[in-house]
């Protein structure tokens, strides 16, 4: 006889509460209460192979609420992934062990995303289900026809990045995207009564979304709900009635159970109400066999799929899409044709320009922007809207939602086949920040096109100019932050960040930009991070160290201080990770010897001077914007904030005989 959904279900508690008490850390309640309906979800509906956890078609499981981490692991053990084993499970949220507090993307391949920060997991989902519908378009049925499913606690439910994600799901009508949530009323600080009234059902319906309701805690119930919500054409919300931390007789439906181990005596008492078996780290023979036939059915649908693509004409376009790689075919007639006629351009639409190139190249773009579209420069002539009407579209219109934006982005990038970019001004990757980090952490391919980068935005004031987002921005590890000069440096930005593995963002002017690249080079310069883009005529005094569009201001303080027989060089530093990557000898020839004190080095940025010590050394000048900036035409601005080259010039010249050099 096979044994039944709650003995199933069980097994998930089981480990849950084990590896939460061998860990004396962890998150019991959660994995606990949604067992049952995770139960459904596996065994009845969800299309998945343990033994290619990559499968393109496979459906997507997003555990939103990650801190039930114990939840999915169990899943993946039971269904019969290679990973995690018993023994992971045994040392859950150990050092090395990849059952990590929350899951990791990248240490599991049957976690397609990584969740704990609350809100990302579902907006994530929301990109995961608008790139299975893009492809659908492009390669049809026989290729891509899966769906997105997320389990969403509370928690999920309340931060604001869900009223972004799922306005833009509800509008995009994303019927393959069905969210369980978690109705348990618990969060940690106890009953939801103490912080929420709103009706969560009635704020999806209002968003134009499917919902339902079932008990949580009913299997049957459960799959019976999913049925409706795949038969629905709106993307769907299942409320499931949940008891947090259920089968613990007396911490249940409490806040107890959310995040500590339930004590010795407390696990003893559910496995008595539970049925379980008296030892830990257990699972009934009939149990774990009945599991591994759920993960061995997945096969069949596998192999059908198989057997589809061997037979389609669109094959290996569909798996060189999927494999990411790109043509950078574009680049080199690109740049010939800007040299050919150089102009002062701003470097937004240097980036529009290369675009215009990129984008019938690489057809896996999908662009955007949070409602910013002619200031990020983002829609090119050929990209019509991605709709609900037309999902083989590139284009997104997001709407004012840059954090929803980013998550939707980094859902997009990790499902595979597309590549997204998207824009808002510079000042608001603050809007975006959580996600960008997911991005970072995940090593998800997204480009972010942030325009309006500096002071040289103008009339719009303090509020929109960035001071310390470039280098905060610099500060978080695992993405690549460009600064552009001019038109041929934006386009080679652009090419090292769609050859990247990870999210890389571009920094882009407002303001026009005279050409500082005007002869053809062997290489990628931008790909050097940093280079140098005039030697010093005379004996090299100074080296100015500028980005973007202070490279060209950098240059007018080189000539004003050659003409006083100081010899200056200019480097650019679009990209100061990869400098910082580069070769020492390459690095030592850029920025000889910080304790040098005969070479005055000087960093030029219209944003704060934190942490450009690095490149200039305690002893080097640094010029920039340490507070915030004011409201003028840019010109005055940057006469205001003295980064004129006469002006830095002079400063150099003072500091230089200051210190005896000149
Ligand atoms: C953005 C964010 N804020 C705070 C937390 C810390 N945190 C983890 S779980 C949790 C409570 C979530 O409540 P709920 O989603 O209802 O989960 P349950 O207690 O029901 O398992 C909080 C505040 C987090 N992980 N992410
Ligand atoms: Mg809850």
């Given at each position: 006889m096979q044994p039944t959904q709650r003995r199933l279900a069980n097994a998930i508690r089981a480990l849950a509460m084990d590896a939460v008490e061998t860990a004396n850390s962890g998150h019991p309640g959660m994995p606990m209460g949604?067992?049952?309906?995770?139960?459904?979800?596996?065994?009845?509906?969800?299309?998945?192979?343990?033994?290619?956890?990559?499968?393109?078609?496979?459906?997507?499981?997003v555990l939103s609420a990650g801190h039930g981490s114990m939840l999915i692991y169990a899943l993946l053990y039971l269904t019969g992934y290679s990973r995690p084993t018993l023994d992971d499970i045994r040392n859950?949220?150990?050092?090395?062990?990849?059952?990590?507090?929350?899951?990791?993307?990248?240490?599991?391949?049957?976690?397609?995303?990584t969740t704990g920060p609350l809100g990302?997991?579902?907006?994530?989902?929301?990109?995961?289900?608008?790139?299975?519908?893009?492809?659908?378009?492009?390669?049809?049925?026989d290729l891509v026809d899966h769906r997105t499913y997320v389990i969403a606690g509370d928690g999920d439910l309340m931060e604001g990045v869900n009223h972004e994600a799922v306005g833009l799901a509800?509008?995009?009508?994303?019927?393959?995207?069905?969210?369980?949530?978690?109705?348990?009323?618990?969060?940690?600080?106890?009953?939801?009564?103490?912080?929420?009234?709103?009706?969560?059902?009635?704020?999806?319906?209002?968003?134009?979304?499917?919902?339902?309701?079932?008990?949580?805690?009913?299997?049957?119930?459960?799959?019976?709900?999913?049925?409706?919500?795949?038969?629905?054409?709106?993307?769907?919300?299942?409320?499931c009635r949940t008891v947090i931390g259920y089968g613990a007789p007396n911490k249940q439906g409490t806040a107890a159970t959310h995040g500590a181990a339930l004590g010795k005596d407390e696990v003893e008492a559910a496995r008595a109400e539970l049925g379980l078996e008296?030892?830990?780290?257990?699972?009934?023979?009939?149990?774990?066999?009945?599991?591994?036939?759920?993960?061995?059915?997945?096969?069949?649908?596998?192999?059908?799929?198989?057997?589809?693509?061997?037979?389609?004409?669109?094959?290996?376009?569909?798996?060189?899409?999927?494999s990411g790689?790109?043509?950078?075919?574009?680049?080199k007639p690109h740049i010939d044709s800007l040299l050919a006629d150089p102009k002062p351009v701003a470097t937004r639409k240097a980036s529009e320009i290369a675009l215009e190139a990129i984008n019938p190249a690489v057809p896996s773009t999908i662009g955007g922007s949070a409602d910013l579209t002619g200031s990020n420069n983002t829609k090119t002539k050929g990209l019509e809207p991605l709709t609900a009407e037309y999902y083989a579209g590139r284009y997104i219109y997001y709407g004012i939602r840059e954090f929803g934006m980013a998550a939707a982005m980094n859902g997009m990038a990790l499902h595979g086949g597309v590549i997204p970019y998207g824009g808002t001004f510079l000042v608001f990757t603050d809007y975006a920040r959580p996600a960008i980090r997911l991005s970072t952490l995940q090593g998800a391919k997204v480009i972010y096109v942030m325009t309006h980068d500096s002071i040289g935005l103008g009339e719009d004031g303090p509020t929109h100019q960035p001071i310390e987002h470039l280098q905060s921005l610099r500060a978080m590890p695992g993405i690549e932050v460009y600064r552009p000069a001019d038109a041929v440096e934006t386009a080679e930005c652009w090419a090292l960040a769609l050859a990247s593995d990870g999210p890389s963002i571009l920094a882009l002017t407002r303001q026009n930009l005279?050409?500082?690249?005007?002869?053809?080079?062997?290489?990628?310069?931008?790909?050097?991070?940093?280079?140098?883009?005039?030697?010093a005529g005379g004996e090299r005094k100074v080296i100015l160290i500028a980005t973007g569009s202070e490279v060209e201001i950098a240059l007018g303080v080189a000539e004003r201080l050659e003409e006083q027989g100081i010899g200056a060089d200019v480097v650019s530093m679009p990209c100061t990770e990869r400098f910082d990557a580069q070769p020492r000898d390459y690095r030592e020839d850029i920025l000889p010897d910080v304790s040098n004190r005969e070479i005055l080095r000087v960093s030029i940025e219209a944003g704060t001077t934190f942490g450009w010590e690095r490149y200039t050394?305690?002893?080097?000048?640094?010029?920039?914007?340490?507070?915030?900036?004011?409201?003028?035409?840019?010109?005055?601005?940057?006469?205001?904030?003295?980064?004129?080259?006469?002006?830095?010039?002079?400063?150099v010249l003072a500091f230089l005989d200051r210190r005896g050099i000149r």
């Open positions: 949604m067992a049952d309906a995770a139960t459904a979800l596996f065994t009845r509906h969800l299309k998945f192979d343990p033994s290619d956890p990559h499968w393109p078609d496979r459906d997507r499981f859950f949220r150990q050092l090395h062990s990849p059952c990590a507090g929350h899951p990791e993307n990248f240490e599991l391949p049957g976690v397609e995303v990302q997991g579902l907006a994530m989902a929301v990109g995961m289900a608008i790139a299975e519908r893009h492809l659908n378009a492009i390669y049809g049925d509800g509008h995009l009508k994303l019927g393959r995207l069905i969210v369980l949530w978690d109705d348990n009323r618990i969060t940690i600080d106890g009953s939801t009564d103490l912080s929420r009234s709103e009706d969560v059902v009635a704020r999806h319906a209002a968003a134009g979304w499917h919902t339902t309701e079932c008990d949580g805690l009913d299997s049957g119930k459960v799959s019976k709900a999913i049925e409706q919500a795949i038969a629905d054409e709106r993307p769907s919300l299942i409320r008296p030892k830990e780290f257990t699972i009934p023979e009939d149990v774990l066999a009945a599991w591994r036939e759920v993960g061995r059915r997945g096969a069949l649908d596998h192999s059908e799929w198989r057997r589809r693509i061997e037979q389609s004409a669109r094959k290996d376009d569909f798996l060189k899409r999927l790689t790109v043509d950078d075919n574009w680049l005279a050409p500082v690249r005007t002869a053809a080079a062997k290489e990628n310069l931008c790909g050097r991070g940093a280079y140098r883009l005039k030697g050394g305690l002893q080097g000048l640094r010029i920039g914007i340490d507070r915030y900036g004011v409201s003028a035409p840019y010109q005055d601005a940057y006469e205001y904030f003295r980064l004129t080259p006469a002006a830095i010039a002079g400063r």
